[in-house]
Nanobody
Framework: QVQLVESGGGLVQAGGSLRLSCAAS????????MGWFRQAPGKERELAAA????????HYADSVKGRFTISKDNAKNTAYLQMNSLKPEDTAVYYC?????????????????WGQGTQVTVSS
């Protein structure tokens, strides 16, 4: 059983940066793909960024490509989402999630462990 705790959200002006962290416990972090999902009011949850268990391959939604960077530090049992050049449309609750090794890392149903979410608000 993996427990995930996000931190680092907050209020930032457009063009600013934030770094989200996701601390994992209770499992072998190395063997999990990690994803950052986000859900804005009135919208469906989307996979913003994902990283394979080994950390070598990443995926980004088109809306964040070139601005967000996902990383995974297996020694610290922590995943990160560096968000630069933030826009008001990035405002959402951000969730980190874990999918087990061997599952489809780009399929949202593979993610069966979730954090509680952290609010990111970007003002214009």
């Amino acid at each position: 059983q993996v427990q995930l705790v996000e931190s680092g959200g907050g209020l930032v002006q457009a063009g600013g940066s934030l770094r989200l962290s996701c601390a994992a416990s209770g499992g072998t972090f190395t063997f999990y793909h990690m994803g950052w999902f986000r859900q804005a009011p009135g919208k469906e949850r989307e996979l913003a960024a994902a990283i394979r268990w080994s950390g070598g391959i990443t995926h980004y939604a088109d809306s964040v490509k070139g601005r967000f960077t996902i990383s995974k530090d297996n020694a610290k049992n922590t995943a990160y989402l560096q968000m630069n050049s933030l826009k008001p449309e990035d405002t959402a609750v951000y969730y980190c999630a874990a999918a087990p090794y061997g599952s489809s890392w780009l399929a949202p149903p593979s993610y069966n462990y979730w954090g509680q979410g952290t609010q990111v608000t970007v003002s214009s």
